[in-house]
């Protein structure tokens, strides 16, 4: 039986689709017949900053937010997030699903030498699913990556999602309302990233992936750095270029991102982690250290 309330809290980035997992969600409860509030923060959705929505369902529905430790789903698109919000999951009862990709903000890169140990949160996966009850924690931006888009990590997490017994709606019920809310153009492969995620589930990595925190690299070591650009998912939204500590990285005559001084960049991750549109990657790789 459904709860009288059943409340689920979706938590990320800006940018990593936090709002299209809720909206997924509302449209798929509306269409059922029951009541639903929702109820979210995005002002800073486009600059990377914090960004979550709480959806309450139910045959009848007062409050539009979910108090501490009554949702029975948190969702987290961002590891940090996840570590973030877990006292708001129910105890013994709530379910946690994780994706492990992290996005450290600027001020946890205080220290830019490549290798440094960051601020970023540093509980591991098999110490956060220690703490609940059920936990599904997986590399959810990878597997869209192996899809061909790391945008659709959030269709696989809505995947998992689907899975949750407190959520009684078929899977035709959920692809039904995904392909109403995606464009037309990314159907096919938002359902195959969906599908992934339900796939995951009944088959999940075991042990799930770990947070590696990178150990210090002393200044013997040399790395390799290497940014990939994507030109075509590139908005020119100039975070990046206005973003980065070392001044390396310009808009060019298209409004394309492109890397001006390789030889200044320290391979910090910023502008990776900052991107809205997941149009850089930073390659970093440890050569031999010198003597």
């Known amino acids: 039986m459904m709860r009288e309330t059943t409340n689920v809290l979706v938590v990320g980035v800006g940018g990593q689709g936090v709002l299209m997992v809720s909206r997924a969600l509302t449209h798929l409860v509306q269409r059922s017949g029951l009541k639903v509030k929702q ?42 997030e996840a570590v973030r919000w877990l006292p708001h999951l129910r105890p013994r009862e709530g379910v946690l699903i994780a994706d492990t990709q992290r996005l450290v903000p600027p001020f946890a890169c205080r220290d830019r030498r490549p290798g440094a140990l960051s601020g970023y949160a540093r509980e591991t996966v098999e110490e956060i699913l220690a703490r609940v009850e059920t936990g599904h924690a997986l590399d959810a931006t990878g597997m869209a990556k192996g899809l061909g888009d790391a945008r659709v990590a959030n269709s696989v997490l809505l995947g998992v999602l689907s899975t949750v017994p407190v959520l009684e709606f078929a899977a035709d019920e959920w692809l039904r309302t995904l392909d109403e809310i995606v464009p037309p153009k990314t159907r096919a492969l938002n359902r195959s990233a969906f599908l ?75 502008c990776e982690m900052l991107c809205p549109d997941f149009a850089i990657n930073v390659h970093v790789r440890q050569m031999e250290a010198t003597r």
Request: net charge negative; charged share 25%.
């Open 39 to 80: 109820s979210e923060v995005h002002g800073m959705a486009k600059r990377g900053g914090v960004v979550f929505s709480h959806v309450r369902f139910g045959r009848e529905v007062w409050s539009p937010t979910i108090p501490e430790g009554e949702a029975d789903v948190l969702l987290a698109l961002e590891w940090a």
């Open 196 to 270: 992934e995620g339900r796939e995951w589930v009944a088959n999940p990595v075991l042990p799930p992936p770990k947070i590696r925190e990178v150990a210090p690299v002393g200044p013997l070591a040399r790395s390799s750095i290497e940014l990939e650009i994507h030109a075509a998912w590139c908005k020119g939204c100039d975070i990046c270029v206005k973003m980065c500590p070392e001044r390396c990285l310009r808009l060019d005559e298209r409004r394309v991102a492109v890397l001006d001084d390789p030889n200044a960049c320290t391979g910090c991750r910023i």
